[in-house]
């Protein structure tokens, strides 16, 4: 089902063509009222509600005159005495009066194309910037006329202000607009009260022309903007849910999670959105013949608008097996549920006008097998974005939502064409000489300058998500978008009428549905220093890695990536040397043009000096525990001060006074939280502990929480880069090796737990067993209300262990299906939806900690990624044929490597955010005293199993469940967004 926004027809008889030619001549042409009123009569009896489009007219007030007194023939108040229809002279003369607000500025800067051409604006300015005195003015009359002159010319010099800083695509791509200004700015110096004003336009001009002058297009005209401007985050991106398959061709919507096929879509659409320029809204351009160069950004959103919908059905319809296609729609339909939770309805509107394109909704007997839970969430999404009383359950729920935000933008075009269809653009008034006169419609121009700013005020803060290049070229160029009526005729083909059995359609007849083209970074490329692979920066030597940063469109990710783990390979002065390097060889602006490029585009110094700066602020905001660690904070600072100053001497105070804010927080450490913790549950009698069943399972879990937490807080980047150095996995206990005392401290935390476990249910029978084992199932319920996958695998691994094997005789059917969820959760099941879709989401600063399986798992398949690259090492997994063969020396890195270390690191970080409770001696000192217990002593005890232990987690266990149960935590991220099961009340 397409979206094709709302909109009069565009044919228009002569009768109203030659009204409108009527309607947009100048204030200074009059007719006879009785004419103009039989031509508007005329043509509004031919279609009342057409609304012809209305081009800028040509300059005719080029030698208008300022200061004439206020009339009927050029001024017409509302009650409130603000102006509610004027000329453009007497527009401009009241925005640059004494008694103006800046809002009406705003409006007029946002709606003056209606009317005008920035050049028009440009040249009238200068004519009220000039104000010269009448002739016959002397004495004290001179002196007043001086003062309102002054009063004048500086409103005219805040106007041309607001202008270049706020609407700068209104000129910026304009050379002669660009000199015209810059003339304009060099007469102020003539006058004392503007001369001290120029340098700091003049300043705000060079730096808007600088950072936005270079926008590109893609090959379509419509294509997205080049963004110069950097976005630096304080917070890191949510950890990114790499797909398995690393090649786009090769994905489809199941091998990526819905999580992050949400994120990327919303990544693509929010350049979409954020190219949008307030001008295209104005005269319905958006509907016009021309609208590709109108109104580019909205074409451009809406020709995205319905490949998605396209997308969406033909994917469904293109399913012939029924299950597979109930499973497909189900899909859309969370795909469209996490859209809503991140605030892109553009996107939800999206999905649901795929899935209510005639062919997809005819399935009848697929929708009626989607479960009850996708049944009731489809509907509430229709009923969200329902046009019923002109969507007013979406304007509510826009109203609620926090930035950033993708709106669904069909209500703000529907807004603009109701308000272009019930007011002109012009209004003809009767002058006092009885003559018509044609006035500026100024209050249509509040109402449009009103919508225009919504939609600016939803352009303002971006998503801050990692861009995966593999996703989002699979979405772009991988998938099939046939138009209606194949897609019509797919449907009919696998899912007949009952009684009729069409052919399968000729897939010659089939029409794409043309994606938006963007004109991103180069996705194959290899050269003996720099490898690209699907966008993805495979390998590459630090020299050519930074020179790929400083140039390519979008940097964010490969920097977050760069800096997290630059210490394994190279080192803050190291990186710090090669982007003076850089700026050394950047080429000035005027040499650009003729410096060819295989790979990226050329850029000048300017550019390269402001990448580099946005490149500093990620590192000092979202890494600057690293350079507390690596104690580089000296170094960088006078680098800043002497090399960058040379460079950007603007910029050096703000981003030495960063690196000092962000070092010192991350100094201190995490904050403790401000409100006062629970109060511990005690036991009765603290002498007279003998079972874990003393122990309330809710306090159990906090202690042991807080406890995993204290060792998992002192896991430091560093140590994790000592370990993944290590080449032998053999004993993390065996004191000559070189683990970092951190990690063997987390080892030495699941030896403890074991031990405990097996000390409670040593010789006790089997009802005595079916009471701990009941009591640790409550323990696990309250750990994973509080995300402490940490200690919940643990415990699960030893409740489907051989200890337990009797209890499970025993058990209730009920305590089995309970436990079963927990089976559910840790048997590394392919597609773990069903488990994602039973959780709530939950914010991703929430506290947690990481499953022990899953941390060995994640080092273990880093450690078999090469270090250097070769053609043999493309496959990431590959592993070396010896831990004693020699590693190849080159100064190329596997960057592939250090990507997923990056995303293990981030993961890691989000495990650091402290528990809020009290901590207490009696359970910790109960477990240790349990663990410590045995007839062996313990350091012989834990030397004798070391042997058989090695990196990863214990062996499978077997289980009256079922078969041995492996343990999979490649997706920890999403087990970490979610809950599954609500605490247990106790009394």
């Not at 206020?70 to 009241?94: F, H, M, P, R, W």
């Not at 929708?367 to 509510?396: C, Q």
């Not at 966008?535 to 930074?546: E, F, G």
């Not at 460079?647 to 105070?653: K, L």
Request: hydrophobic share 40%; charged share 25%; glycine share 2%.
């Amino acid at each position: 089902m397409e979206f094709i926004p709302p909109a009069p027809p565009l044919d228009v008889n002569a009768l109203q063509e030659f009204a409108e030619r009527v309607r947009i001549r100048s204030a200074s042409q009059r007719f006879a009222p009785e004419f103009v009123q039989s031509v508007n009569t005329a043509a509004s009896d031919a279609s009342v509600n057409q609304v012809p489009p209305i081009e800028p007219p040509a300059f005719v007030e080029s030698n208008a005159e300022f200061g004439q007194p206020d009339g009927q023939s050029n001024l017409v108040l509302n009650e409130d005495e603000t102006v509610k229809a004027a000329t453009l002279v007497k527009l401009i003369e009241k925005i640059s009066s004494t008694k103006t607000d800046v809002k009406m500025i705003f409006d007029f800067l946002l709606t003056y194309r209606t009317y005008a051409t920035p050049m028009q604006l440009l040249n009238l300015l200068r004519e009220r910037f000039r104000c010269p005195p009448p002739p016959d003015l002397a004495g004290s009359g001179l002196i007043q006329f001086t003062t309102e002159q002054t009063i004048v010319r500086l409103k005219v010099v805040n106007i041309v202000k607001h202008w270049i800083e706020r609407n700068w695509y209104d000129w910026v791509n304009e050379d002669n607009m660009v000199d015209a200004f810059s003339a304009f700015i060099d007469s102020w110096e003539r006058h004392p009260y503007t001369a001290r004003m120029a340098d700091q336009v003049r300043k705000s001009l060079e730096k808007r022309r600088q950072n936005h002058g270079r926008a590109e297009f893609s090959a379509e005209p419509s294509g997205v903007a080049e963004d110069n401007r950097a976005r630096v985050f304080t917070i890191k991106p949510p950890p990114p849910e790499w797909p398995l398959e690393k090649k786009p061709e090769k994905l489809d919507i199941f091998s990526i999670s819905t999580a992050e096929l949400a994120r990327q879509l919303t990544l693509i659409e929010w350049d979409l959105w954020e190219a949008i320029k307030p001008w295209e809204f104005l005269n319905q351009a958006w509907t016009k013949k021309d609208k590709e160069t109108r109104a580019p950004g909205i074409h451009t959103l809406i020709k995205h608008f319905n490949f998605v919908a396209a997308w969406v059905a033909t994917t469904l319809v293109s399913t012939e097996v029924a299950k597979d296609r109930v499973r497909v729609l189900e899909r859309f339909i969370d795909l469209a549920s996490t859209c809503k939770e991140i605030a892109n309805f553009n996107a939800v509107m999206e999905i649901l006008s795929g899935l209510g394109n005639a062919g997809a909704f005819r399935l009848k007997r697929t929708w009626a097998d989607i479960s009850p839970r996708h049944k009731v969430i489809y509907d509430e999404l229709k009923a969200l974005m329902a046009p019923e009383r002109n969507f007013s359950a979406f304007r509510e729920q826009l109203k609620s939502v926090n930035p950033p935000t993708i709106p669904y933008i069909g209500i703000f075009l529907t807004d603009l064409i109701y308000i272009n269809d019930g007011s002109k653009d012009f209004t003809v008034v009767q002058s006092e000489a009885g003559f018509a006169v044609q006035l500026i419609n100024f209050n249509k121009c509040r109402m449009v300058a009103a919508h225009i700013q919504l939609v600016m005020q939803y352009q303002q803060a971006a998503y801050n998500f990692q861009l995966l290049p593999v996703v989002e070229e699979y979405v772009l160029h991988h998938t099939h978008a046939w138009d209606d009526d194949f897609v019509y005729k797919l449907s009919q083909f696998v899912e007949p009428r009952p009684g009729s059995q069409p052919e399968r359609p000729n897939m010659s007849d089939a029409k794409p549905v043309p994606a938006v083209q963007f004109q991103t970074d180069p996705r194959e490329f290899s050269s003996s220093s720099l490898v690209i692979e699907h966008s993805l920066v495979v390998a590459a030597s630090t020299k050519k890695l930074i020179r790929h940063l400083v140039s390519v469109d979008r940097f964010e990710g490969l920097a977050s990536e760069l800096f997290a783990t630059y210490r394994i390979f190279s080192s803050a002065s190291k990186l710090l040397r090669r982007f003076a390097s850089v700026l050394k060889s950047a080429p000035e602006e005027s040499a650009v043009a003729s410096t060819p490029s295989r790979i990226y585009k050329v850029r000048p110094k300017s550019f390269i000096v402001r990448r580099i700066s946005a490149l500093l602020s990620i590192w000092f905001a979202q890494f600057s525990g690293e350079i507390f660690q690596e104690q580089s904070q000296t170094i960088i600072s006078d680098w800043l001060a002497t090399t960058f100053a040379a460079y950007d001497s603007q910029h050096v105070a703000a981003l030495s006074k960063l690196l000092e804010v962000h070092v010192k927080r991350a100094s201190v450490g995490a904050s403790r939280p401000s409100t006062p913790p629970p109060k511990p549950i005690v036991p009765s009698n603290l002498s007279g502990l003998s079972s874990i069943t003393d122990f309330h399972p809710l306090e159990i879990a906090r202690q042991l929480a807080l406890h995993g937490f204290e060792i998992v807080r002192r896991i430091s980047t560093g140590d994790i880069f000592d370990f993944i150095k290590l080449d032998a996995a053999a004993d993390l206990l065996s004191p000559h090796k070189a683990v970092p005392p951190s990690i063997k401290r987390l080892f030495e935390h699941r030896e403890r737990l074991r031990d405990w476990i097996r000390a409670e249910v040593t010789g006790k029978s089997p009802k005595k067993k079916l009471i701990i084992f009941e009591h640790l199932t409550e323990v696990m319920k309250y750990s994973l209300d509080h995300l402490d996958f940490l200690l919940l695998q643990e415990l699960y691994l030893h409740l489907v262990s051989t200890p337990f094997a009797d209890v499970w005789v025993i058990l209730s059917t009920k305590m089995t299906a309970e436990f079963q969820k927990f089976k559910d959760l840790f048997n590394g099941a392919r597609d773990r939806e069903a488990l994602r879709f039973r959780l709530s989401a939950i914010p991703s600063n929430t506290r947690s900690l990481p499953p022990l399986g899953w941390f060995f798992d994640e080092i273990q398949a880093i450690k078999k990624i090469r270090d250097v690259y070769t053609p043999e090492s493309q496959d990431e997994n590959e592993e070396h044929t010896s831990s004693d063969e020699p590693r190849p020396k080159s100064s190329v890195v596997h960057f592939s490597k250090w990507r997923r270390l990056a995303n293990f690191l981030k993961i890691m970080d989000s495990f650091k955010i402290p528990y809020n409770y009290a901590p207490t001696a009696f359970v910790l000192d109960y477990v240790t005293q349990m663990s410590l217990g045995r007839d062996e002593a313990p350091t012989t005890s834990r030397q004798a199993r070391s042997a058989t232990v090695g990196y990863g987690p214990a062996p499978p266990m077997a289980s009256l469940l079922g078969a041995s149960i492996p343990i999979d935590f490649d997706d920890i991220s999403s087990l970490k967004s979610a809950r599954l099961l609500s605490a247990p009340k106790f009394p």
